[in-house]
């Protein structure tokens, strides 16, 4: 988890001062915790997570994390197998 976020991390510091501020870096913080960790876990544990992120990092504010085209191969996948699509699977991608 923590390699993933300090990879994100390396990557924002290339970038200029102007472009990169302490928000933008809790918020990258938050989002790389959150796609590294949330599939791993299960709902309840999924929102103890989330308000530990909250207590950790106030100032971000939760944003979900969409990949449209993940989720459309997600769904096609379903249709793909006769499978019954399950929405909390897929917004777990």
């Known amino acids: 988890m923590l390699h993933g976020c300090g990879s994100a991390l ?3 510091k290339n970038l ?3 472009e990169r501020d302490l928000k933008a870096e ?3 913080a938050v989002r790389t915790l959150r796609l590294n960790t949330l599939s791993k876990l299960t ?3 999924s929102v103890h997570f989330d308000a530990l992120v909250k207590d950790v ?3 971000v504010t939760h944003v ?3 990949n449209e085209k993940l989720v459309e191969a997600i769904k096609i996948s379903y249709q793909h197998l006769q499978l019954e699509e399950n929405p909390r699977q897929v917004n777990k991608n």
Request: aromatic residues 6%; without cysteine.
């Open 10 to 12: 390396k990557e924002a």
């Open 16 to 18: 200029s001062d102007a």
């Open 26 to 28: 809790a918020e990258l």
């Open 43 to 45: 709902t309840s544990d």
């Open 57 to 59: 990092f106030p100032s």
């Open 64 to 66: 979900e994390i969409l």
